[in-house]
């Protein structure tokens, strides 16, 4: 006969099993905590339901939507950081794609596409595909520095950020082009009241990316390649192709994520735009469960570790804590999360 004392010792071990041994349902649980948290600072009203459930719906559409560019890196981060990899340049890289998909679509006289007679429509799908383009070529050129090179993936990335972002500034200071109304509505589109396309974007990748990982020939790569690139090697696999593949991606990711950006705010600050945007994609993709020295990680776990990021951003926003603090707050979780991966190595 089971006695009330095993139930809890068996509950308890079943708990702390899923705890240590399934990142996900840790990760969940993280986040339902946060979650709890964020209400109770949001100051549940229980007379008035209706109108409270409208704040806190409201409040999260805000939440995913101002960080579904972000979120959509840290999908692209997943991939780099499983192989064994990390990327510095997203930010930078963002900054200079979205200026150069600016000067193309810019609906003033110095636009480049306006000067040669394409306008509307026209003009922003080859926008879109020259963005498309420089963001892969982008990526192509960091994935050859670390495979060719033989430059580890932090000062290659390193230095393209600092290339990146410099250039752009050099050669858009004091320009300010106009977006047209047409292209801003592939990410402004309202649904419902709500600007719902950056989250829809956000998700639909999010579940593309997923079946890539666990389903295709290349997610079995990149994951071997992160757990030992030897043995990968003589199992037959192409390393220095997989990771080109994957910086590749990582660059087509940054490329959509800096068209979004253009389209939802019409401008971008070349000095300060997407700066911090790597510490919140990589400090998503480790809280996820993935592990820094690569070779585990799954997507659904970084998109919950975005969600917990954004909501503790929302939170400590919410509770007045300056903004120079919540930073020192997302370097305590990294760390934190780091920790408590070499303790399950150990």
């Given amino acids: 006969m089971v006695t009330t004392k095993e139930k809890k010792q068996s509950a308890l071990s079943w708990f702390k099993d899923m705890w ?21 600072a949001l100051g549940f009203d229980y007379g008035s339901f209706g109108e409270w459930f409208t704040v806190w719906i409201t409040n999260w559409f805000n939440i995913l939507r101002n960080n579904a560019s972000v979120g959509i890196i840290a999908l692209g981060m997943s991939f780099v950081i499983i192989s064994g990899g990390i990327d510095l340049a997203v930010g930078s890289t963002l900054v200079a794609i979205g ?47 670390i495979t060719k090179g033989k430059l580890p993936p932090f000062i290659a990335t390193l230095g393209t950020m600092k290339i990146c972002r410099s250039v752009t500034q050099h050669f858009m200071q004091g320009y300010t082009p106009s977006v047209p109304k ?35 020939a290349f997610g079995r790569h990149v994951f071997a390649v992160g757990s030992n690139e030897r043995t990968a090697m003589l199992s037959g696999i192409n390393v220095a192709k997989v990771k080109r593949r994957v910086y590749a991606l990582m660059g087509l990711l940054v490329g959509f994520s800096a068209i979004l950006q253009v389209s939802r705010i019409g401008s971008m600050d070349y000095a300060n735009a997407g700066s911090g945007y790597e510490m919140d994609a990589i400090a998503a993709v480790i809280v996820g469960g993935t592990s820094m020295s690569g070779g585990k990680g799954s997507i659904a776990g970084t998109v919950i570790g975005m969600l917990i990021i954004a909501v503790m951003n929302n939170l400590l926003n919410l509770m007045g804590v300056p903004p120079f ?22």
């Fill in 182 to 216: 047409g292209f801003l509505q592939i990410a402004g589109l309202e649904i419902g009241g709500h600007m719902l396309m950056p989250i829809l974007y956000w998700g639909l990748l999010a579940y593309i990316l997923h079946i890539v990982s666990k389903r295709t």
């Fill in 20 to 40: 240590i041994h399934h990142p996900l349902f840790s990760t969940g649980m993280a986040l339902v905590v946060m979650v709890i948290l964020q209400t109770v």
């Fill in 99 to 145: 200026a150069a998909v600016m000067m193309l679509i810019d609906g003033g006289p110095n636009g480049l596409l306006t000067r040669v007679g394409i306008t509307g429509v026209p003009a922003y799908l080859a926008a879109i595909l020259v963005g498309f383009v420089f963001s892969l070529i982008l990526g192509e050129i960091t994935g050859v520095l």
């Fill in 325 to 346: 603090l919540r930073e020192a707050c997302k370097g305590i979780i990294v760390i934190g999360a780091v920790l408590l991966q070499n303790k399950e190595k150990a």
